[in-house]
Structures are given as C-alpha cells and as structure tokens.
C-alpha cells in the first residue's frame, strides 16, 4: 500500500501550514473564503487546575461573606416595626 501525500486543502483536513502550534491569526484563503482555527473551533482548551490553597481558600471566602451577610440580614430584621392600622371605621 502506498502513503497517502499530506493534503493541503484546509476545508476537508488540517493542513500542515495549521499545526496545533501555529498562532491563533493564521489564515488560509481558500475557495470557500477564509480559514481560521477560531472560525473552526479548534482552539486548545484551557483546563483550570485549582491547587490546594485555592480549594481552601474559595469555600472559606465564600462562607465568610454568606455568614456577614446572614448576621446584617438578622440585624436587620430585628429592628422591624409593625405598624397596625385599623380601617373599620372610615366611611369610604
């Protein structure tokens, strides 16, 4: 069997000028008009790796400022005043 040759035509294959290194801006003209790794979605993904201080710090952060927040809320609450009015005798 023989090797098939690199195919250079973006729109069906990657083309070697396209590798996964090349710059985000490089376009091909083509027949079809512009290629482009972003237009194609293929990008790299960014994976977020989170270390060991931001898996304590992130939910402690958080828990500190739910809790301020739910101590203003009480505060707030308690300093409520009901005002009862008693409409039984106007004439409307």
Same mark, same amino acid.
Not at 3 to 17: F, H, I, K, L, Q
Not at 37 to 49: G, M, T, V
């Given at each position: 069997?023989?090797?098939?040759?690199?195919?250079?035509?973006?729109?069906?294959?990657?083309? @070697?000028?396209?590798? @996964?290194?090349? @710059?985000?801006?490089?376009?091909?003209?083509?027949?079809? *008009?512009?290629?482009?790794?972003?237009?194609?979605?293929?990008?790299?993904?960014?994976?977020?790796?989170? *270390?060991?201080?931001?898996?304590?710090?992130? @939910? =402690?952060?958080? *828990?500190?400022?739910?809790?301020?927040? =739910?101590?203003?809320?009480?505060?707030?609450?308690?300093?409520?005043?009901?005002?009862?009015?008693?409409?039984?005798?106007?004439?409307?």
């Amino acid at each position: 069997a023989t090797a098939m040759a690199p195919t250079s035509d973006p729109v069906t294959s990657r083309s @070697p000028e396209l590798s @996964p290194l090349a @710059p985000l801006s490089a376009k091909v003209r083509t027949h079809r *008009g512009f290629y482009s790794r972003f237009l194609q979605q293929e990008l790299p993904a960014y994976r977020l790796i989170p *270390g060991a201080r931001a898996l304590v710090a992130v @939910p =402690g952060v958080l *828990g500190t400022v739910i809790f301020a927040v =739910g101590i203003a809320l009480i505060v707030a609450s308690r300093q409520v005043v009901e005002v009862q009015m008693n409409y039984s005798d106007d004439p409307w």
